[in-house]
């Protein structure tokens, strides 16, 4: 089955700095790949995603970029904010378009510091 | 259109008893799932529902049981409750299962 790795597993910043998340994935056949922010005690978030047939996506100070040869996606955050501070998911996908089984990473643990 | 909702919130069981956990989507989505989160491990995928009248197995369904009453509804099944089985648990749907839901603190003694 597919396998994510996630890296680093804890990422200390200082408000301002871009921070960048790597993940690599195992199934070529992976198709989709989401982008989770999880809160203390909160749900996960879907923050962005990819899907294979685009090479990079932005939505304002976050950006996803994806290269399929190499089985890696990143996640980029610009000027960080304190309120960027929560655990960070990658998962990818080999569901088709009616439905996704979801493989995560184990998570980044992301500290904005004032 | 309350999204994704879980019910109980906690829940403090003691080995070997039985429990369900509910979950329910007012978004008419096909697709739900059930997700376990531990420390450390990132979610994992327990069963998933692509559509009403399906369930299939995910990447850890070994003490679990699933039933999908309805297109709304998708409820787990603890049969025989182990510590191993303490966790936080996660329903999601749609297409994609993007939408989750609050969550269960699950805690087996």
């Known amino acids: 089955g597919e396998n994510v790795e996630q890296h680093p597993s804890t990422l200390s910043v200082q408000e301002g700095d871009s921070a960048v998340i790597k993940c690599t994935y195992s199934?070529?056949?992976?198709?989709?790949f989401p982008w989770y922010k999880q809160e203390l005690g909160k749900r996960p978030q879907l923050i962005i995603d990819?899907?294979?047939?685009?090479g990079e996506k932005k939505d304002q100070r976050i950006a996803v970029t994806l290269n399929k040869t190499a089985k890696h996606f990143s996640l980029h955050i610009t000027e960080t904010q304190p309120e960027d501070s929560a655990v960070y998911f990658c998962?990818?996908?080999?569901?088709?378009?009616?439905?996704?089984?979801?493989?995560f990473g184990q998570g980044t643990i992301l500290t904005v510091h004032p | 259109n309350a999204g994704v909702t879980q019910t109980p919130k906690f829940q403090v069981l003691k080995t070997g008893q039985s429990m369900t956990l509910q979950c329910a989507q007012d978004?008419?989505?096909?697709?739900m799932y059930w997700y376990r989160q531990d420390p450390g491990m990132g979610l994992r995928l327990i069963y998933y529902?692509?559509?009403?009248?399906?369930?299939d197995k995910g990447e850890v369904p070994n003490g679990y049981n699933v039933s999908r009453l309805n297109k709304r509804e998708f409820s787990l099944r603890l049969e025989s409750a182990a510590p191993s089985q303490t966790s936080v648990y996660f329903c999601?749907?749609?297409?994609?299962?993007?939408?989750f839901g609050p969550g269960t603190r699950l805690t087996v003694l």
């Open positions: 999601a749907s749609s297409e994609l299962g993007e939408f």
């Open positions: 199934d070529s056949a992976s198709n989709y």
């Open positions: 990819i899907r294979s047939n685009v």
């Open positions: 998962a990818a996908s080999t569901g088709g378009t009616s439905y996704g089984k979801l493989t």
């Open positions: 978004m008419n989505h096909n697709s």
């Open positions: 529902s692509a559509s009403e009248g399906t369930t």
